[in-house]
């Protein structure tokens, strides 16, 4: 059962690398090629420096036949190491926790409970008033720090004065650098922000550099405007919500795409749990709706960060690798798709 389910995800990632050879040429010549999270990439710098024309197959959406495609692992992800190379040469867990409305004891608790299941992905944010907890929780385990893969983000408050925004959230988590920081959301000063984060990147002090709730738009207005690609886009994602032109359009661009609200969100999270679709689909591989949410991500290729308070929460949404979504389920999920945003960026 094993080697059954070994050989079929090196059979599905062989697919992915085949058909989407363009975005893995990019992310082989920077490879890692290191088991920890966030070692040293193979070239030294943030990213991959963007040319000024975008290749013209990476702006063209997904057509109709790749949208729908189930079968490939368009996000480059190893399913043995449970972690994808960004475009930067570093490697990032797929799975890890998100800690948005967590309070600080919540938050240090979860992180504790998360890095002891061996969970090493962490989302926080200034927004989220919480990095101080991430930064405490992670000095006091007895993980390395580099195995641990935090991601942090400026909000657009702190864009008229980036440099002193990167060095509170340095000196405010205090675990030596930050893996990844994002741009929260579009703003004023947004492409000056990203440059003083590309500076950063360049002196060290961040290893990637990203975009959250950045869409086609935006990106085909912002990129051209910046040195660096992007490593990651994080975006609303869940099945009521499952942008299914953006994340191609991303992923062709050779960005690795992360989703928010995996659960919908509080106040959303019975609905999306208790979906009849998603249930029955848990039921017959005998999980959770939770784990089949998260294991429909990781085959779209989308990373996951869901959040949660509860230790049981934590350990069960990391446990997503005794089972596979079958392409027809995966096919009964992409037909729930509402564009139904549970937020308003
Ligand atoms: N970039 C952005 O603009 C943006 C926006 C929003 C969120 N985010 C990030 O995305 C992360 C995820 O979003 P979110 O935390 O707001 O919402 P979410 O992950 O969709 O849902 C969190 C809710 O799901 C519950 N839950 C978690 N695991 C569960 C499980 N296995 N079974 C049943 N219930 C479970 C949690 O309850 P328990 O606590 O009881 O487990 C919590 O109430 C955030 O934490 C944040 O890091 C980013």
Same mark, same amino acid.
């Given at each position: 059962?094993?080697?059954?389910?070994?050989? $079929?995800?090196?059979?599905?990632?062989?697919?992915?690398?085949?058909?989407?050879?363009?975005?893995?040429?990019?992310?082989?010549?920077?490879?890692?090629?290191?088991?920890? %999270?966030?070692?040293?990439?193979?070239?030294?710098?943030?990213?991959?420096?963007?040319?000024?024309?975008?290749? /013209?197959?990476?702006?063209?959406?997904?057509?109709?036949?790749?949208?729908?495609?189930?079968?490939?692992?368009?996000?480059?992800?190893?399913?043995?190491?449970? $972690?994808?190379?960004?475009?930067?040469?570093?490697?990032?867990?797929?799975?890890?926790?998100?800690?948005?409305?967590?309070?600080?004891?919540?938050?240090?608790?979860?992180?504790?409970?998360?890095?002891?299941?061996?969970?090493?992905?962490?989302?926080?944010?200034?927004?989220?008033?919480?990095?101080?907890?991430?930064?405490?929780?992670?000095? !006091?385990?007895?993980?390395?720090?580099?195995?641990?893969?935090?991601?942090?983000?400026?909000?657009?408050?702190?864009?008229?004065?980036?440099?002193? %925004?990167?060095?509170?959230?340095?000196?405010?988590?205090?675990?030596?650098?930050? !893996?990844?920081?994002?741009?929260?959301?579009?703003? /004023?000063?947004?492409?000056?922000?990203?440059?003083?984060? +590309?500076?950063?990147? %360049?002196?060290?002090?961040?290893?990637?550099?990203?975009?959250?709730?950045?869409?086609?738009?935006?990106?085909?207005?912002?990129?051209?405007?910046?040195?660096?690609?992007? %490593?990651?886009?994080?975006?609303?994602?869940?099945?009521?919500?499952?942008?299914?032109?953006?994340?191609?359009?991303?992923?062709?661009?050779?960005?690795?795409?992360?989703?928010?609200?995996?659960?919908?969100?509080?106040?959303?999270?019975?609905?999306?749990?208790?979906?009849? $679709?998603?249930?029955?689909?848990?039921?017959?591989?005998?999980?959770?709706?939770?784990?089949?949410?998260?294991?429909?991500?990781?085959?779209?290729?989308?990373?996951?960060?869901?959040?949660?308070?509860?230790?049981?929460?934590?350990? +069960?949404?990391?446990?997503?690798?005794?089972?596979?979504?079958? !392409?027809?389920?995966?096919?009964?999920?992409?037909?729930?798709?509402? !564009?139904?945003?549970?937020?308003?960026?």
């Amino acid at each position: 059962m094993k080697l059954m389910l070994a050989s $079929t995800l090196t059979f599905l990632f062989l697919l992915g690398m085949t058909a989407c050879g363009q975005a893995q040429t990019t992310q082989d010549t920077s490879a890692a090629g290191e088991s920890a %999270a966030s070692s040293a990439p193979a070239e030294s710098g943030a990213g991959e420096t963007l040319s000024s024309e975008p290749a /013209a197959e990476s702006i063209m959406p997904a057509s109709e036949g790749e949208k729908n495609s189930t079968t490939v692992n368009p996000g480059h992800f190893n399913f043995e190491t449970a $972690t994808v190379t960004l475009n930067s040469g570093y490697e990032m867990p797929i799975m890890g926790l998100g800690t948005y409305s967590l309070s600080d004891e919540e938050c240090y608790n979860s992180v504790t409970a998360l890095l002891e299941a061996g969970g090493r992905l962490i989302d926080t944010a200034y927004m989220y008033h919480n990095e101080a907890a991430v930064g405490r929780a992670i000095r !006091d385990s007895d993980v390395p720090r580099e195995e641990i893969f935090v991601i942090t983000k400026l909000y657009p408050s702190q864009f008229d004065d980036p440099e002193a %925004a990167i060095q509170l959230a340095l000196d405010t988590l205090d675990i030596g650098y930050i !893996d990844m920081m994002l741009l929260h959301h579009p703003g /004023a000063g947004d492409v000056e922000a990203y440059l003083a984060m +590309e500076q950063a990147a %360049a002196d060290g002090k961040i290893h990637s550099i990203g975009l959250s709730n950045w869409y086609i738009e935006e990106l085909e207005e912002f990129l051209p405007q910046v040195n660096i690609t992007p %490593a990651l886009v994080q975006n609303e994602i869940h099945p009521y919500y499952q942008e299914p032109d953006v994340v191609p359009y991303v992923q062709k661009l050779g960005i690795t795409v992360q989703g928010w609200y995996p659960f919908g969100g509080r106040g959303h999270t019975s609905e999306l749990l208790g979906d009849d $679709t998603i249930s029955t689909i848990a039921e017959n591989h005998g999980v959770t709706s939770a784990q089949v949410i998260l294991r429909w991500n990781l085959q779209r290729g989308v990373v996951v960060i869901p959040g949660s308070s509860n230790p049981d929460h934590i350990r +069960e949404n990391l446990d997503l690798f005794g089972f596979e979504l079958t !392409d027809e389920e995966m096919t009964q999920i992409a037909v729930l798709n509402r !564009d139904e945003k549970h937020d308003w960026y």
